[in-house]
């Protein structure tokens, strides 16, 4: 008898995620519906099952994760590889600790030892994550892609 409440409970649970579940399928953004996924409460009460739809955070959308990259928690569910903008106007090159202003206002630090002299005009950026946490700044035109570290 005690196994057959179980069976039940565990059975009304899985029943009241149904619902979280195919609202996340229905997602097309993959990094918004992992967050979806990841957002459905495990266990959730049986009281669920009984009408009342599970709560599920909203998604971040792509424009939220590019606000947001390189300012992440480290255990942030949802981050991206990488994002893409410019620098405005003539771009010089950089020097170690080197505040460098996107187009999209985020603000990097160059957060390596390199430097390098160039001659661009609104050079488009590509910030990326490598292995162990680094993050890199490929600027078109450059030879190397400096480590960097967002300050605003």
Do not use: H
């Amino acid at each position: 008898m005690k196994s057959l409440l179980a069976l039940m409970l565990v059975s009304t649970a899985a029943m009241a995620d149904d619902g979280a579940m195919l609202r996340c399928r229905q997602l097309t953004d993959a990094p918004a519906r992992l967050a979806c996924y990841d957002a459905i409460q495990l266990g959730a009460p049986v009281a669920a099952a009984a009408g009342a739809a599970p709560a599920v955070a909203a998604a971040p959308t792509r424009a939220d994760l590019e606000r947001s990259f390189g300012k992440e928690q480290l255990v942030a569910p949802v981050k991206l590889d990488s994002i893409e903008t410019s620098i405005n106007g003539e771009f010089d090159g950089w020097v170690p600790n080197q505040r460098i202003r996107l187009a999209n206002g985020q603000v990097w630090m160059i957060a390596d030892d390199s430097q390098e002299n160039l001659s661009l005009n609104n050079p488009k950026v590509k910030i990326e994550r490598g292995l162990m946490g680094a993050i890199f700044m490929d600027i078109d035109g450059a030879r190397s892609a400096p480590r960097v570290k967002r300050v605003k």
